[in-house]
């Protein structure tokens, strides 16, 4: 049974940082691109960043790079966002999901989500 569970979410002032976490177990890790996305109140989902199958290459999108650093331990099966200079609209849930394949590929399963608040 494929399980995704998010940790590390919280409270943060402007310009701060978090480490989320996502504990995957399963399936191989590095069989599918894995993937980071968000949803604030209100909003549909936002893609944040992506590992393609392999974890040979990492995307980000544009709102988030140079700030946030998404990194993977293949040994523990675990998936980490590090987020930093956080902004208020960084403000979501936060979930990691497994592509069915390669990046562009649909989301086949979540995580639960982890709440990210910014605010001073």
């Known amino acids: 049974e494929v399980q995704l569970v998010e940790s590390g979410g919280g409270l943060v002032q402007p310009g701060g940082s978090l480490r989320l976490s996502c504990a995957a177990s399963g399936f191989t890790f590095s069989s599918s691109a894995m993937t980071w996305v968000r949803q604030a109140p209100g909003e549909g989902l936002e893609w944040v960043a992506s590992f393609s199958e392999k974890i040979t290459n990492i995307y980000y999108a544009d709102s988030v790079k140079g700030r946030f650093t998404m990194s993977t331990d293949s040994a523990k099966n675990m998936l980490y966002l590090q987020m930093n200079s956080l902004k208020s609209e960084d403000t979501a849930v936060y979930y990691c999901?497994?592509?069915?394949?390669?990046?562009?590929?649909?989301?086949?399963?979540w995580g639960q989500g982890t709440q990210v608040t910014v605010s001073s």
């Open positions: 999901a497994k592509n069915r394949g390669t990046v562009l590929a649909p989301y086949e399963y």
